[in-house]
Structures are given as C-alpha cells and as structure tokens.
C-alpha cells in the first residue's frame, strides 16, 4: 500500500513564478492536510480538504496561495508569484476519516525561492 | 485561536540517560497525538491518546495525557542514538485540524 506520494521532491522558482505542489494519499484516506515548515521550526497548519471541499483554510495565506482536492486526481497547492519568504518545506498529510484518524505524511516537497 | 506549547525546545542527552518532553494546550483537547521527525525526514505518527487520564507505553516510550485533557508528555527512557529527532506533539481541540507544537529537538550524545 503506497503511502501518500508528494511531488516534486524539491523546487526551484524565480521569484514571481508560480510553484505547484502536489499530493496523493493514501489509498482509500479522503482527508488531506497541508502543513508548512521553515528550518528548524514547527509545522503550520495552511489547509485542510475533502473530496473536492475546503474544510478550514484558516492558515492560508489571503492571497497568492490556493489549494484544491479534485474528484479525480492529487490534492494541488498553488503558490502564485512567489517570493523569497515562500521558501520551506511543504508537507503533505491524509487520514482515513477525521475523527482520531493518525496523519500519514508525505517526504514534502522543499520550495526554493531565488 | 488554539495554542500547542511544548517545552524544552532543545535537549541533549547522554546515550542512556532518559527525556521528557512536555505539551500544554491552550484548549481542552479531544485527543492528542505525538509524531517524531529524524533530520532531513517527515513526521512520523507515533501514538494518540484519547482519555483522560490515559498512559500508553511503546517500549522505552512512555505517553501521558493528562486529567485536564490539555497537557501531555512523552519520555524515553535509557535514550539510544536513534532517538534522535524532534518530537511534536499535535492537538485535536474538536475542531477541524491538528495544531502542531513547536516541537522538542532531541540530541543523543554516543
């Protein structure tokens, strides 16, 4: 059973480009997470979806920054023009159900911004 | 909004020497759960707790959630090099996400 895929592994972007990360989970999880980590730092909760449903985007920044988990297909976070504070760590997570479900993560995908 | 602390920040240890580390939530938690992250690696679901009260043991690994359902702990005991790692403690405060601690970082001196 193949854990939850994240790619790229690693991302390079000028400032003002776009970066896409994407995420697959877990086979049969249909709850995913994003998380963000600066070196050396904790995790910060940006977004959680549902099949095709935002639940709480409270951590997301108000602009440059969207995410979705389409019917078909892997769970997109979308950084428009982005800049030198965008670089970090991005994780990836999905669970099975909500309630007391562990987050399997992903290897995440680290964003470089020059 | 909900606030996950965790103390200490950093901690380093003799090899065989045993560590604690402590979370306190600003909240009242439904459950609570621990992961471990080596360096250069992702976290690692570790264990949940769910009751008040409860004590979980993974070998040298101990877990405790507290009465108040809003503090908890994790120790080592006899520590190994491959504990070595940051542990994060994350609160489920019956709403709609995990919020993460800042994390313990853990050393273990050979």
């Known amino acids: 059973n193949a854990g939850v895929m994240q790619n790229p592994r690693h991302l390079v972007r000028r400032r003002g480009q776009e970066a896409r990360l994407r995420c697959s989970p877990m086979?049969?999880?249909?709850?995913v997470y994003w998380y963000r980590q600066l070196p050396e730092e904790g995790l910060k909760f940006m977004v959680y979806?549902?099949?095709?449903?935002?639940?709480?985007e409270s951590g997301m920044p108000k602009e440059r920054f969207s995410a979705e988990f389409p019917k078909e297909g892997p769970s997109i976070l979308r950084i428009q023009q982005v800049v030198r504070g965008d670089s970090a760590a991005y994780f990836c997570?999905?669970?099975?159900?909500?309630?007391?479900?562990?987050?399997?993560f992903g290897n995440g995908t680290r964003l470089t911004v020059t | 909004g909900q606030q996950v602390m965790q103390i200490p920040q950093y901690q380093h240890v003799q090899e065989g020497e045993d560590f604690t580390t402590y979370c306190n939530s600003s909240?009242?938690?439904?459950?609570i759960q621990w992961y471990k992250q080596r360096p250069g690696g992702h976290p690692v679901f570790l264990i949940q707790?769910?009751?008040?009260?409860e004590v979980k043991k993974q070998k040298r690994l101990t877990f405790q959630f507290g009465e108040a359902k809003k503090n908890s702990s994790l120790h080592i005991t006899a520590t190994q090099t491959t504990d070595v790692g940051t542990y994060f403690c994350?609160?489920?405060?019956?709403?709609?996400?995990?919020?993460f601690g800042p994390g313990t970082r853990l050393s273990v001196l050979p």
């Open positions: 997570a999905s669970s099975q159900d909500r309630k007391n479900s562990p987050l399997h």
């Open positions: 086979k049969g999880h249909s709850h």
């Open positions: 909240t009242t938690l439904s459950n």
């Open positions: 979806l549902q099949k095709e449903n935002i639940i709480d």
């Open positions: 707790l769910v009751k008040s009260g």
């Open positions: 994350a609160g489920d405060n019956y709403g709609q996400n995990f919020v």
